[in-house]
Nanobody
Framework: QVQLVESGGGLVQAGGSLRLSCAVS????????MGWFRQAPGKEREFVAA????????YYADSVKGRFTISRDNAKNTVYLQMNTLNPEDTAVYYC???????????????????WGQGTQVTVSS
């Protein structure tokens, strides 16, 4: 069973930074493509960023491009989301997710992911 545990969320002022981490259990982390999604109150879950199993490919939502960076450390079974220049519109619960298909390593839709974390709250004050 694969388990994902997010951490690093919190309250930050507009313009500030946070780094989210997602620790993944299991021996096959390096074979999973990973993604970050977020869900704000009253809104649907939306794609934020994705990274291929090797880390060689990355993709971002337009709303975070240039501000957020997704990365992974396969030796530590961990994926990260560095978030800079945060604004109140970034307030949401952030989820990491994993998929185990080698086809199309970057996946943008939540239904394409097999495993999910419990989420971590990010609140950006103005």
């Amino acid at each position: 069973q694969v388990q994902l545990v997010e951490s690093g969320g919190g309250l930050v002022q507009a313009g500030g930074s946070l780094r989210l981490s997602c620790a993944v259990s299991g021996r096959t982390f390096s074979s999973y493509g990973m993604g970050w999604f977020r869900q704000a109150p009253g809104k649907e879950r939306e794609f934020v960023a994705a990274i291929s199993s090797s880390g060689g490919m990355r993709y971002y939502a337009d709303s975070v491009k240039g501000r957020f960076t997704i990365s992974r450390d396969n030796a530590k079974n961990t994926v990260y989301l560095q978030m800079n220049t945060l604004n109140p519109e970034d307030t949401a619960v952030y989820y990491c997710a994993a998929h185990n298909s080698a086809l199309r390593p970057l996946r943008l839709n939540s239904y394409e992911y097999n495993y999910w974390g419990q989420g971590t709250q990010v609140t950006v004050s103005s």
